[in-house]
């Protein structure tokens, strides 16, 4: 089973006693240990009466646990390639170009069809829609003046000023 995202630290308290025989054999690997499992955030104490401590930070745990897996997300961009690089004899992919922000997918969205769009920018379609739903709830779309926005003001020569000059119109996705 999969271990799952840790929502609080876990910690734990035991008594314990050393097994018959093995007296030094802990005494002389408890140390190595103790400094390993510090060494990846997991503290473990054991006091002289033989109390046994553990404990594991979650934010810690969630880093390891997550380790960056998964595809990549693919940025929006009104221009711009992936380059792959090899680093370290590992292929790396990098995005150069510009990132699409709110006021040009904004004025995409008043002056093109949704399948256009989407056909354009080269994106899902659920992609596309995750995006228009994250910029019509947006702060910066509810503070924008709505007279403007139409098809006609988003094809004017004005309007990309005026959508870059409102708070939050150069957040890209």
Do not use: W
């Not at 594991?56 to 380059?83: C, D, F, L, Q, W």
């Not at 509810?142 to 000059?165: G, H």
């Amino acid at each position: 089973m999969p271990a799952k995202k840790l929502t609080e630290s876990p910690f734990i308290k035991y008594m314990i006693t050393d097994a018959p025989g093995f007296e030094k054999f802990n005494e002389k690997y408890l140390p190595i240990v103790v400094e390993a499992l510090n060494d990846i955030h997991i503290n473990l104490t054991v006091t002289e009466e033989g109390e046994l401590s553990l404990f594991i930070p979650a934010s810690y745990y969630n880093e390891y646990h997550k380790r960056n897996a998964g595809r990549r997300r693919k940025i929006m961009s009104e221009t711009g390639v992936y380059e792959k690089y090899e680093i370290n004899g590992q292929i790396k992919t990098f995005y150069s170009g510009k990132k699409l922000t709110y006021a040009a997918f904004l004025i995409l969205m008043l002056t093109k069809s949704d399948a256009a769009i989407i056909k354009e920018l080269n994106i899902p379609r659920a992609t596309y829609y995750r995006h228009k739903k994250s910029l019509t709830e947006s702060r910066y779309y509810n503070s924008l003046d709505k007279e403007k926005l139409t098809k006609e003001f988003a094809m004017s020569a004005e309007a990309p000023a005026y959508f870059n000059s409102i708070q939050g119109g150069d957040t890209a996705f």
